[in-house]
């Protein structure tokens, strides 16, 4: 068994995020690193790793560029409100990346790409617009992975 199938939920996320620890950290642990805000580092690990090549998606898509920059520069961790998108939004990237069998470049089209179940919207823009919005993508997913018409 690979040592990504038996990690934890928390444990799967973390390491898709590049957080310290992702191998023994756990639920709870977890929320509070959110809820203290995530290092700058998180979105461009989790940017590189849904679209190495760039095309795509960019860290700014995700936080405003003088934001990024600014705490980056500071050594200051994203805010609470940042963090949780940024966490919902690996929830969604992660999970599309496992459904495409590990291949970034599909999951980053379909990502990209407008469907017709979002009202015409990409999963990525429906996803940044809120957690409710990343919920709404992880449960297209979901739909798909069960076999359901997506």
Known sequence: MSETLALSEAGRI??????????????????????KG????TLETIVKKVDPSGS??????????????RRKEAKKPLTKDQSEMVFALSKVFSETIRLYSG??????????????????????DVARESTAG???VLTLLARAEAGVAV
């Open 134 to 136: 990343a919920d709404l």
């Open 103 to 124: 291949d970034r470049e599909l999951a980053a089209m379909f990502l990209a790409k407008k469907h017709p179940m979002l009202g015409g919207r990409s999963p990525i």
């Open 56 to 69: 795509l998606l960019d860290v700014f898509d995700l936080v405003p560029k003088a934001t990024f920059y």
């Open 14 to 35: 973390a390491q898709f995020m590049g957080l310290r620890r992702w191998n023994t950290i756990n639920e709870v642990e977890l929320v509070e690193q959110v809820a």
């Open 38 to 41: 995530l290092p700058t580092s």
